[in-house]
């Protein structure tokens, strides 16, 4: 089993930045990807980012070039830098991990709330 745990949410100003920890922990030897997800209030859950075990990235275009996600293999960490966040960045952040058998994890979700 693998347990997923979303941080590093918060409250920022407009222009400001986040930095999102996904911390994974149990039978972690065989991941093959962690992404982001977020949902914001009265809509469906969104993709924002994703990086694989052999270092492929990829992200959405709504938050490209101010959103970067990297990844700390030997603590099984994904990191989430957000830079210039903007209103419509205010969400609840999902961490996915799926191991190498097509299974998928998510984490219990981190508050981020964009407001002046």
């Known amino acids: 089993q693998v347990q997923v745990v979303e941080s590093g949410g918060g409250l920022v100003q407009p222009g400001g930045s986040l930095r999102l920890s996904c911390a994974s922990s149990?039978?972690?030897?065989?991941?093959?990807?962690m992404a982001w997800y977020r949902q914001a209030p009265g809509k469906q859950r969104e993709y924002v980012a994703l990086?694989?075990?052999?270092?492929?990235?990829n992200c959405a275009d709504s938050v490209r070039g101010r959103f970067t996600i990297s990844r700390d293999i030997a603590k099984n960490t994904a990191v989430l830098q957000m830079n210039n966040l903007k209103p419509e960045d205010t969400a609840v952040y999902f961490c996915?991990?799926?191991?190498?058998?097509?299974?998928?994890?998510w984490g219990q979700g981190t508050q981020v709330t964009v407001s002046s």
């Open positions: 149990g039978n972690t030897f065989n991941i093959y990807s």
């Open positions: 996915k991990l799926v191991d190498g058998n097509s299974r998928a994890y």
């Open positions: 990086i694989t075990s052999g270092g492929y990235l």
